[in-house]
Structure formats: structure tokens, C-alpha cells
T-cell receptor
Framework: GENVEQHPSTLSVQEGDSAVIKCTYS??????FPWYKQELGKRPQLIID?????GEKKDQRIAVTLNKTAKHFSLHITETQPEDSAVYFC??????????FGKGTSLLVTP | GAVVSQHPSRVICKSGTSVKIECRSL??????MFWYRQFPKKSLMLMAT?????????EQGVEKDKFLINHASLTLSTLTVTSAHPEDSSFYIC????????????????FGPGTRLTVT
């Protein structure tokens, strides 16, 4: 089955700096890679996703890159703000099957 | 966006009793629903995949007789924790996947708000 590794487990940045979270996956058949943000006690919220036919996708301060050959994908957050502080999960799946989640990255943005 | 509700949000029950958790897709038809369990400061662990009108597919290590899943319609799936024990205390979250509504990918999963189960 699919195995998703996520690094780092914790990340602390100063407000205004960029944050990068990296994930690798094992199943070459995976073709959908979403990123979720989860605040304490709340549901995971989809923040951005990418499919395997695209190498990069951007939405304002958030971008995701995908390297299919190396089987890794990354989340980039620019101009971080304190409200970006949360746990971020990457996931991988093949065409609508269940999501395989990474272990999460706890991001802290300090003012 | 797509809305998924979950009820109840919190429940406390006594050991040995059963608890039913409902997951509803409010504004779209969910072809598939997933049930996850999340421990504090941990990732989401898939328990089972539920398709409307068919038996749920359970992940390895998840007891299907203990965690009963029913997907009665395209908008409702239920998880019943039977004969609950303190070790079943956890945060249970469902997600629903629907087909390409409003131009959105059919791959997207939308999560319910979760149910905090405490077994005493």
C-alpha cells in the first residue's frame, strides 16, 4: 500500500518568512495529492491540491510542487502570518481511493 | 463549498454501551464516505471506506464487528462503536467524497467536524 512520509514534524518560523513542508510517497500509481490544515480541535480543511499531470500549483501565498519521478511533493507558504499556525497534513491517493496521510507538521508562526 | 456534518460533536458513554455517530453530506451526494480516527497530536488513521448500498471495507486491524458502518444513502453514513471500552476514546472524523460538483474535482474529500468520544 501507499506510504507517505512527511517532514519536518515541527516547524517554527518568524512572521513574514516562508515555510516549506515536504512529503514523499511510495506508490507510483498515486495521482492526487491534497494538503490539509487542521487547527486544534477542528476538522482538516483542504487548502490546496495537485494532480499528477501538473508540476506546480499556486493559490495566493500557498503553492504546491510535485516531482513524479522522485515521488515527492512540497507545500510552500510565503509571507507567513500567525494565523497560519496549525498542523498541516499531506496526503496521497490513487483516483478517489482513501487518502493516505503523512504524520503531520506542526507549524508555528511567531510574530 | 461542500458541507459535511457530523453528530454528535461530543459524547460521553459508559463502558459496555454502544454509541452511534452520524455523518451527513449536506449539499452534495457522497459516493464514498471514509471514517478516520485521530489520537491527540497524531495523524488521521483510516478505519474504513463506505460506499452507499454496499458493505464497508475495513482497514487491517480494525474490527468490523466492533465498529459497525452503515451507508444507507448517498448523504448519510453511520459509525456505531459497539461495547465501547476506554481505549475506544478518541476523535472520530468522517469525510465524504462526491463527484465533480460545481467544477470541483471528484477526488476531493470534505471532512466533518469530528466527534470526540469519551468512554468512562
Amino acid at each position: 500500500g501507499e506510504n507517505v512520509e512527511q517532514h519536518p514534524s515541527t516547524l517554527s518560523v518568524q512572521e513574514g518568512d516562508s515555510a516549506v513542508i515536504k512529503c514523499t510517497y511510495s506508490d507510483s500509481a498515486s495521482n492526487y495529492f491534497p494538503w490539509y490544515k487542521q487547527e486544534l480541535g477542528k476538522r482538516p480543511q483542504l487548502i490546496i491540491d495537485i494532480r499528477s499531470n501538473v508540476g506546480e500549483k499556486k493559490d495566493q501565498r500557498i503553492a504546491v510542487t510535485l516531482n513524479k519521478t522522485a515521488k515527492h511533493f512540497s507545500l510552500h507558504i510565503t509571507e507567513t502570518q500567525p494565523e497560519d499556525s496549525a498542523v498541516y497534513f499531506c496526503a496521497a491517493t490513487n483516483s478517489g481511493y482513501a487518502l493516505n496521510f503523512g504524520k503531520g507538521t506542526s507549524l508555528l508562526v511567531t510574530p | 463549498g461542500a458541507v459535511v456534518s457530523q453528530h454528535p460533536s461530543r459524547v460521553i458513554c459508559k463502558s459496555g454501551t454502544s454509541v452511534k455517530i452520524e455523518c451527513r453530506s449536506l449539499d452534495f451526494q457522497a459516493t464514498t464516505m471514509f471514517w478516520y480516527r485521530q489520537f491527540p497530536k497524531k495523524s488521521l488513521m483510516l478505519m474504513a471506506t463506505s460506499n452507499e448500498g454496499s458493505k464497508a471495507t475495513y482497514e487491517q486491524g480494525v474490527e468490523k464487528d466492533k465498529f459497525l458502518i452503515n451507508h444507507a444513502s448517498l448523504t448519510l453514513s453511520t459509525l456505531t462503536v459497539t461495547s465501547a471500552h476506554p481505549e475506544d476514546s478518541s476523535f472520530y472524523i468522517c469525510s465524504a467524497q462526491g463527484g465533480g460538483r460545481r467544477g470541483r474535482s471528484s477526488y476531493e474529500q470534505y471532512f466533518g467536524p469530528g466527534t470526540r468520544l469519551t468512554v468512562t
